[in-house]
């Protein structure tokens, strides 16, 4: 891939993954959080929809934690601090922060993802089960999108403004479509 055409490649994902990655010669950075957490949550909410206030803020906490590690991940060494600069940031979109760490880097972002994560007729956003049909396929993007940045705006700004040195932006719900940021899939 990447790496024969004489591109540095990392991957940058949960400590548990470390040694999938590196066997394949790729290097590595950990971010934070605990991957079986977030798995469990999903599982218990396929939409991600609770009221359970102590389950909101421990999810909100956990989400911090790997928003605050992405930074790093895309600018210095492990254990070191040797700069890190990356020419693209290839992201999926539960990171959240994506969109605002190419906004700080000034680098390209492409999102890639197992399923669709854009508007699409076809297939509605994978956290909503309860919308069907082309229109409501369509729209629960754009409604997921809005509710995850309603939930979780506080945090990311708080990131741009701690991590990034960037302002507070109002909505950044529409940012990746806005932008036209390209997607790849893995769908067969």
Known sequence: GLQQYGHSVRISTHATFREFVTDQGI????????PKLLMDFMVKHPD?????????????????KIFY????????????????TPDVLISNPPVQVHVHLAERLQIPLIMFF?????????????????????W???TSYKLLDKLTWM???????????????????????????????PHIYCIK
């Open 27 to 34: 290097d590595f950075y950990p971010l934070e959080g605990d």
């Open 48 to 64: 991600l929809i609770t009221t359970d206030m102590d389950e909101i803020a421990a999810q909100r906490e956990h989400m911090k």
């Open 69 to 84: 590690s992405t930074w790093p991940a895309c600018t210095r060494y492990e254990n070191s601090n040797v700069p890190y």
């Open 114 to 134: 197992t399923m669709p994560w854009s508007p699409t007729e076809s297939f509605a956003h994978p956290l909503s089960s309860t919308l069907t049909g082309s």
């Open 136 to 138: 409501n396929n369509k």
């Open 151 to 181: 939930g979780m705006k506080d945090t990311i700004n708080q990131f741009r403004k701690d991590q990034l040195d960037l302002q507070p932006v109002g909505d950044a719900s529409s940012w990746v479509r806005d932008e036209k940021i």
